[in-house]
């Protein structure tokens, strides 16, 4: 097929070239110019000047970007995707956002004739690159059986969660999971280094049983060392717990471990630890004991 990428960060960068290296004709677009002439020598697709122009003639058109203002700020206006697709054409948005502006863009989508699904990804860099990535999406059945065998170039696991939102919002259950794993696990690491244990050989063990994840498996050792150049950020996380807790205040969920491990993320940050990975909040602990 021919498709459109709009924004190649640690994730669109690799996704992208996924694309291309499974035999669609990719065009690309980024904020950074020189990041998307970088992502055409790599790859061998093209670049357009804007996101309208990128957009142009591709049936499908992925983006994946910051927040809910980068996101308006691509797809909408005159220079913005949708000003460049024609009817029919479809926009996949694997940005983490909120599940309202997934439905907004998806009423807008639609008023013009396109296609439209939220499709955000778990799976950080390490599963970008390596193209493996889990992917949420909202949106139509029909949409869906269109675009999954394209996705399939870069994820291992897509499933339709439900209409447009849905992909967003089974995105905050995803970060809401791993917010409490990951203190959970900082605790129990904390914990042993106190108590004396072999921190590997107990992970050795313990990682086989109910108290395993994928945390624990590929973190563990990081985590001892405090190294913390492993991934997804703090800063990215507390923007999508901030998603998720807004969320929960509207549909009257209760998240009090979330709204917890969010505040402590806060301290990483406070600490100079906004661009560490999410595993980072053992830090915290090890510094105040």
Request: hydrophobic share 40%.
């Amino acid at each position: 097929m021919k498709v459109a990428f709009i924004g190649l960060g640690v994730m669109g960068y690799p996704m992208a070239g996924h694309l291309q290296n499974n035999g669609h004709d990719v065009t690309v677009y980024n904020r950074t110019g020189a990041k998307a002439q970088q992502w055409v020598e790599e790859y061998k697709g093209s670049k357009g000047d804007t996101p309208a122009e990128a957009a142009q003639g591709a049936e499908i058109v992925f983006s994946c970007v910051g927040n809910d203002d980068d996101l308006r700020s691509v797809i909408l206006g005159d220079a913005g995707a949708f000003a460049g697709m024609a009817a029919g054409a479809i926009l996949v948005d694997h940005t983490t956002a909120s599940a309202e502006v997934a439905r907004e863009l998806n009423e807008i989508a639609v008023e013009r004739g396109f296609g439209f699904l939220d499709a955000p990804v778990s799976g950080g860099q390490a599963g970008a690159e390596n193209g493996v990535l889990s992917v949420m999406v909202g949106g139509e059945q029909a949409t869906f059986d269109k675009v999954t065998p394209v996705i399939e170039a870069y994820s291992k696991a897509v499933e339709l969660m439900g209409p447009a939102g849905s992909g967003q919002l089974a995105k905050m259950v995803n970060q809401i999971c791993i917010a409490g794993l990951v203190q959970g696990l900082s605790e129990g690491i904390h914990f042993a280094k106190k108590a004396g244990l072999d921190v590997q050989k107990l992970c050795s063990v313990i990682q086989h049983g109910a108290a395993g994840s994928w945390q624990m498996v590929n973190r563990h050792e990081t985590m001892v060392e405090n190294e913390f150049d492993f991934g997804f950020a703090v800063d990215w996380m507390r923007k999508d717990l901030d998603i998720a807790l807004t969320e929960a205040r509207k549909n009257g969920a209760q998240l009090p471990v979330t709204a917890l491990v969010d505040q402590f993320y806060a301290d990483v940050q406070k600490s100079g630890g906004g661009r560490w990975d999410t595993s980072s909040l053992i830090h915290r602990l090890e510094r105040d004991s």
